[in-house]
């Protein structure tokens, strides 16, 4: 049996390590760029001096950001240290982006309200929700319906930043709203199920663990797409969650409406929250 390709390789051993599509997605990318930009070499023959070239070229050609810069790193990084079994010595040669210096924006009181006002349906609930709890737009997103305990005002968030979990307070505002839009991701199941799908995809490879947890009810998203779509990992059809550029797109345009031109995003309602907390 023949070896596997470099590139397929690459992705078994992101796999193995619970990296997010994601993340499997940018590495790849980086990956490649990495090869061409060498003309094709293996990247086995290849060693610090090529990946500081690399690395310089973006900086300094490609006038990319810090956060790029390092993202493109981290992927050269993983190729060598987990499937390649190399380990590079200090990259010292590497010319850095510059890393700006920006502090939050954080929206006042009333900002936060007006912009709140002016965004519907399950985007309001989602913005809300960020601004409600301080998770984060993936976080709130990916949101199963086991994760929210009602009785209790809490929501485990699952595989955050440093892929840890946490538990956030969940405000008593957002508890009929967030009941209301389970109830909407409950017809939506029933009808996939109606249909012959409804199975969800489980993180860490728990599906085949337990075969048949993808299908019930407590693993959906609480943020169900609108429609099906085939995961690029399995092949199988099943319904992913919302994807995170209507909430950012919806609050952008929010902003403009009320007449807010500050730098806002989806994080900024995080940034809010910790504030206002203080």
Not at 27 to 48: A, D, G, L, T, V
Not at 206 to 228: H, M, V
Request: proline share 4%; with cysteine; net charge positive.
């Amino acid at each position: 049996m023949s070896k596997p390709r470099l590139i397929d390789q690459t992705r078994n051993v992101l796999r193995l390590h619970h990296y997010s599509i994601r993340t499997e997605e940018n590495y790849i990318q980086w990956i490649k760029r990495f090869i061409f930009f060498h003309n094709k070499r293996r990247p086995k023959e290849m060693r610090e001096k090529e990946v500081g070239a690399f690395l310089t070229h973006l900086a300094v050609d490609k006038h990319v950001s810090a956060s790029t810069q390092n993202q493109a790193l981290s992927a050269i990084l993983f190729l060598y240290k987990r499937v390649l079994n190399i380990e590079l010595d200090w990259l010292d040669n590497v010319v850095r982006a510059k890393r700006p210096k920006h502090l939050p924006v954080v929206l006042t009181k009333t900002e936060v309200r007006n912009v709140l006002e002016n965004i519907t349906g399950t985007n309001q609930l989602v913005a809300q929700l960020l601004y409600g709890t301080g998770m984060r737009l993936m976080e709130a997103l990916r949101l199963r319906v086991q994760d929210i305990d009602f009785e209790q005002f809490q929501i485990i968030v699952r595989s955050g930043k440093g892929n840890k979990d946490r538990v956030t307070t969940l405000p008593e505002a957002l508890v009929e709203p967030l009941k209301k839009q389970i109830a909407h991701a409950r017809i939506i199941y029933q009808g996939d199920l109606a249909e012959g799908f409804g199975r969800v995809y489980l993180p860490f490879a728990l599906d085949r663990k337990y075969p048949n947890a993808g299908l019930e009810f407590g693993w959906q998203y609480c943020f169900p797409s609108n429609n099906r779509s085939t995961n690029p990992r399995t092949s199988l059809v099943g319904r992913h969650h919302l994807h995170e550029k209507n909430i950012s797109g919806a609050i952008r345009n929010a902003c403009r409406h009320v007449g807010i031109y500050k730098r806002v995003s989806s994080h900024t309602m995080r940034h809010c929250f910790a504030t206002h907390l203080l």
